[in-house]
């Protein structure tokens, strides 16, 4: 194809790009422009906003909590382009182009109704469920905390006892359970979960727990999430030997975890194309003593749950991490409900996902754990059946986190489970006092 005059080609798809382009805007191949951006400046430049990267072509840049809304409207333009071409190479059928076409339209419609009213950026929420808020104010960067938090979640200050809190208790102690089933309608379990425990050089305790999603057939999937827990454990042992539980950087040690993972996939899939593509998604949960630092990479969940509530509102369910999907961003800018969002039939098209780029941006938080609270990892092959609900029910209702999980696999496959499933719970109790 020739280039239109002033721009140039493609070297894999030969279309005509702007020749200040970084990346083909029809299937994402980054050009050799020195200069320029369809997205302002080059990455090159200090104090660029981070850049983003979407399935295929799009590409947005996020400012701070902000997107340009403009850029928005070019990464859905090129979805439609994206699909187009699959269409015509015979790469998509038919349905799945003018189903997934269609959907981008309505989002570029409700984009460019936001900028004939003069709106030029949106903000990013966090995630689907309502914000959490805490009532105990940090004195140092004023975020807010659960009654009975000792350190802010934040900027880990620690907090003065108030009037509310209970007596200090001894230390926590872990009950886990973990089942990973194929589901109803799979023949292959590309799912992957992990419970690891590591003895760190103070003699103190690590708890790794894991679940991965693959993606990219059922072999390429199957291997993806196998190698992103083998690689992830591997990490955390290597690094147990060498520090102890006052260690400052737990944040950063589960963000290096699931980077390590993504160059082993994606090196992986680049020496064998039958894996060409592959990958999976990733949530872990770093337990060390009474806080898990929790990282993410795709759409599996991470949910925190107590009777006595998670929040000031006394919810007893609340999601921690973010869905990076397409459609939690139609979320974000109004095209969507959660509600409608929780079975929008494109809603496992994720934008963020282990080992399918070089390299990839994982969520850390840090939760403070207390006498009650469980963490529920999941894929998305549970969420897809059960509602928050359900889920929270089916845990409190259960003696064990094993036989909580067995419950929640049995309740998923009676409603003919269409995905892989796997539950991993965490309970948080009291130690007795010695």
Not at 329 to 344: F, K
Request: proline share 5%; charged share 25%.
């Amino acid at each position: 194809m020739t280039a239109a005059p002033g721009n140039s080609t493609c070297p894999r798809c030969e279309r005509s790009v702007e020749a200040a382009a970084r990346f083909c805007r029809h299937c994402g191949t980054p050009l050799r422009s020195p200069t320029g951006s369809l997205l302002d400046q080059p990455a090159e430049h200090p104090g660029e906003p981070d850049e983003v990267v979407l399935p295929a072509p799009r590409r947005i840049q996020v400012e701070g909590e902000r997107i340009s809304l403009r850029a928005l409207q070019q990464m859905v333009s090129a979805g439609v382009d994206w699909w187009q071409m699959r269409l015509q190479a015979g790469e998509a059928t038919r349905e799945e182009a003018i189903s997934s076409i269609e959907e981008l339209r309505k989002a570029l419609g409700s984009l460019s109704h936001q900028l004939a009213q003069g709106r030029e950026t949106i903000r990013i929420t966090t995630t689907l469920t309502p914000e959490r808020r805490f009532p105990v104010g940090c004195p140092r960067c004023g975020k807010g905390n659960r009654i009975h938090a000792r350190f802010c979640i934040s900027c880990g200050m620690p907090l003065a006892a108030t009037p509310e809190r209970s007596p200090e208790p001894p230390g926590l102690r872990y009950a886990t359970g973990l089942v990973s089933d194929v589901g109803a309608r799979r023949r292959v379990n590309q799912d992957s979960g992990v419970v690891q425990s590591f003895r760190l050089a103070d003699g103190s305790k690590l708890i790794c727990c894991l679940v991965a999603d693959g993606m990219g057939g059922a072999q390429g999937g199957e291997r993806a999430s196998a190698l992103a827990c083998q690689t992830i454990i591997n990490h955390l042992l290597e690094f147990s030997r060498t520090v102890d539980k006052s260690y400052a950087g737990w944040r950063d040690v589960a963000r290096a975890a699931i980077a390590t993972a993504n160059s082993a996939i994606f090196r992986e899939a680049e020496v064998n194309s039958d894996l060409r593509g592959m990958g999976t998604t990733v949530v872990l949960a770093l337990i060390i003593g009474e806080t898990a630092f929790v990282g993410s990479a795709g759409d599996s969940r991470v949910y925190l749950l107590n009777p006595r509530g998670v929040d000031d509102a006394s919810h007893q369910i609340a999601q921690i991490t973010v869905d990076h999907t397409m459609v939690a961003r139609l979320v974000d800018i109004g095209q969507l409900t959660a509600e409608q969002a929780r079975t929008h039939p494109r809603r496992n098209v994720l934008y963020r996902s282990v080992g399918v780029e070089a390299t990839v941006e994982s969520d850390v938080t840090e939760q403070p754990l207390q006498n009650g609270d469980w963490l529920l990892l999941c894929s998305d092959g549970l969420t897809n059946e059960l509602s928050d609900d359900e889920l929270r029910d089916t845990v409190f209702q259960a003696a064990s986190p094993q036989e909580a999980c067995a419950n929640l696999i049995a309740m998923a496959n009676s409603r003919g489970a269409r995905d892989n499933v796997t539950a991993l719970l965490l309970r948080a109790e009291d130690r007795p006092a010695a």
